[in-house]
């Protein structure tokens, strides 16, 4: 269940309302990296964990719930830097509190006129946040990635941390309010933090490469087909082992010839690697029977009554019954 609790997460403070840095916040608010994204997503992911995988579930469940905490203080953030949108800009009064807080009526007509930038804040929401990224396109359920495995989704879920802190160091660069930049530098630290989490929860699945459980061909496991010819470099992306699967690279450096000489790959050999087919067949039947006992053991009920929680008074009396 959800239960909210009226205080903001972090104490988010504006010094004067800021309509154009409102509109590049909403970014955040209703965009593809921004909080609504990740909290969703993380909440999306934890029902296939809940059961097989309870120390992820909590984890997933936390890490949602204070990105949920964050829209919350972006929100307020928009809010506050929209103050007067709805209420004293349409009151010609002289004495409000706006033309105080914005210091004379040049600066309020030029927040108007700032405000004609996004439209929206006048006509539509009426001074509120929408659910939109900065150029007004809806916040969209395709932003939300999940594929029923955590090895798979942990790696997701660092990518969206990677962007939504990108997104935030840009927007610290377009605003002057130090208490907004407050703000903004916690809500970018969080995301280095969760970062960090969802990376020592993956390394506590082993094994966790390749994602998912088809452990891949190891024909093509460590072939570097020099696809661009001109000036070419040497890397550990190329030379060398392989990070994961501890492979040694191998370079085709002629991707046309090779294509035709083996019958368009159909005829690659195995090179540079301890991996064949059959111990790949053998990885990929024991690694899915061992993932499918941890689900089945978790999933499957004893008396035929599924139950997603356990409530108090079930805990007391399930000895007796
Ligand atoms: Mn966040
Ligand atoms: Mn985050």
């Excluded at 608010?29 to 992820?56: H, I, S, T, W």
């Excluded at 105080?100 to 108007?112: C, Q, R, S």
């Excluded at 010819?229 to 690279?249: A, I, M």
Aim: proline letters at 4%; one cysteine or more; charged letters at 25%.
């Amino acid at each position: 269940m959800f239960h909210h609790v009226k205080e903001l997460q972090f104490n988010a403070r504006v010094s004067k309302p800021d309509i154009r840095f409102a509109k590049l916040l909403l970014e955040q608010f209703g965009g593809p990296n921004g909080e609504l994204k990740a909290a969703m997503q993380y909440f999306v992911q934890a029902f296939g964990c809940r059961k097989a995988y309870p120390d992820k579930y909590d984890m997933l469940m936390d890490i949602a719930t204070e990105e949920f905490s964050h829209l919350e203080i972006v929100g307020a953030t928009i809010q506050m830097l929209l103050t007067g949108v709805n209420g004293e800009l349409k009151n010609a009064a002289d004495e409000s509190d706006l033309n105080k807080m914005l210091d004379g009526k040049a600066a309020k007509e030029n927040y108007i006129h700032e405000a004609m930038i996004n439209p929206h804040f006048f006509i539509v929401s009426g001074g509120t946040p929408t659910l939109t990224d900065s150029v007004g396109n809806p916040w969209s359920a395709s932003y939300i990635m999940g594929m029923g495995d955590l090895t798979a989704d942990l790696r997701l879920n660092i990518g969206a941390e990677t962007s939504a802190k990108m997104v935030y160091e840009n927007l610290m660069k377009f605003t002057d309010d130090v208490y907004v930049k407050e703000t903004l530098r916690y809500l970018m630290t969080r995301e280095v933090a969760h970062f960090q989490m969802f990376q020592a929860a993956l390394d506590t699945i082993q094994p966790n490469f390749p994602p998912g459980i088809l452990q891949s061909d190891p024909r093509f496991s460590n072939k570097y087909f020099n696809m661009s010819k001109g000036e070419d470099f040497k890397g550990p992306w190329n030379d060398g082992k392989s990070p994961e699967l501890q492979e040694e690279w191998q370079v085709i450096d002629d991707p046309l010839e090779h294509v035709r000489e083996t019958n368009g790959l159909l005829k690659e050999k195995v090179a540079g690697t301890e991996r064949t087919d059959k111990s790949v067949q053998k990885e990929n039947k024991a690694l899915s029977a061992e993932r499918k006992s941890q689900v089945d053991q978790a999933t499957l009920p004893e008396n035929g009554i599924m139950s997603w929680s356990v409530y108090e008074d079930q805990q007391l009396t399930n000895g007796k019954k």
